[in-house]
């Protein structure tokens, strides 16, 4: 109950849930002993009784942590029991490095927000976001198709250094689905129940919200859209999936920052071709509108499959190009039926989204496990939900 930010006497909280003052005694006890629940006034009746204390959630203990891991780097973020966010960070490491070092970074990043505003004495979940199955083997980044690890095993071996580090439930999902259910939830009073999530970066990863549920797939790997494969000729290049002319080898950073410096005849640099875009090189801007018309084309194969109210866009990518969501839309509508004409619009949330939704699963989570509250999260199944604050 005090988790929803109230301020309440040992009286009312047992008032409220129709059980014995001594019974929410014992369970406060423990819980401020653990830190999680602080007194924050004494009242006084004005009689000869004894002041009452006024007890609230301590806004300084951890109880969730989301842990967001892209292709070169890792971000942390740490949420109270109201899903305030009062701590969070990121780490660098190399596309190079396998699981475990990733993992072992996450780890040492994490404990490395604790401190003395911020304790992890009442911590209770901790969720995971991968980037999927092609990202890198235990050992090593970026490997080949054929040595790449299917996902349930590289996150039961993350789940298992995670709960060795912290003692806690843990749970694993991919990030952009996770990022998705933050956008789904994100300052909304009313969360967006139909989606389709792209995210442009140095990959391309989507996510489907359909009916209030995130598409999860048989083999974990629902809204795969970034390995639409859009080129069939013999230049098209070679994916980290394994195959051939997926819309990540020509729509995400990496792509257009390669194609652009084959243009200039220079070597690819990510922040030369950013610089251009900035500057609009026609070669650049070229590029971009190109791109634009391929991913517009593959979300109009989404929309027709899952009918989403609206299509977000988040990433570098899109932020490149001022009227580049315009083009995205231009190229997607003639491609849909005449009755789907779907908005797409640029993501509310920047690169903490994947974090900020694991810890929308999480409270949903913990929201499941209370009896007197319907279950908003089976375990294997993510649904909208209310999103937490930042700051």
Known sequence: MLHSGV??????????????????????????????????KVTHSGGRGRPAEVLCANP??????????????????????????????????????????RCRAGIELARGLEGDDVHFGALS??????PGPN?????????????AEPFHMVSARIRELFSQAFGVGIMV???????????ASAGRATPIRNLVYLRMS???GGAVISSGSV????????GEIGHFIVQLDDDALECRCGRRGCLETVASIDALARDWAHLKGQAPDRAAFEAAAAERDPDAVALLEVAAQRVGRVLAMAVLVSDPGEVVLAGEVPRYLPDFVERVQAALWPSVLSTQHVPVRHSNLGEEAGAIGGIVALMAQQRATEPQKEAS???????????????
């Open 7 to 40: 301020h309440l006497t040992r009286g009312q909280i047992a008032s409220r849930l129709g059980i014995t003052r001594s019974t929410v005694s014992e369970v406060l006890t423990d819980l401020q002993e653990e830190g999680a629940v602080v007194v924050s």
């Open 125 to 130: 979940r901790i969720a995971i976001g991968l």
């Open 202 to 204: 140095t990959g391309i």
């Open 377 to 391: 999260m089976s375990p294997n199944r993510l649904e909208v939900t209310g999103a937490p604050r930042v700051g």
């Open 135 to 147: 990202s890198a083997t235990w050992d090593s980044g970026l490997p080949s198709a054929t040595r």
């Open 215 to 222: 598409a999860q797939g048989a083999h974990q790997q629902a």
């Open 173 to 183: 999902d991919h990030h952009i689905r996770l990022a998705a259910l933050a956008e």
């Open 60 to 101: 300084g203990a951890a109880r969730y942590i989301a842990v967001d891991y892209s292709h070169t780097r890792v971000m942390a973020c740490i949420a109270n029991s109201t899903g305030q966010v009062i701590a969070s960070g990121t780490a660098s490491y190399s596309p190079d490095d396998g699981w475990e070092r």
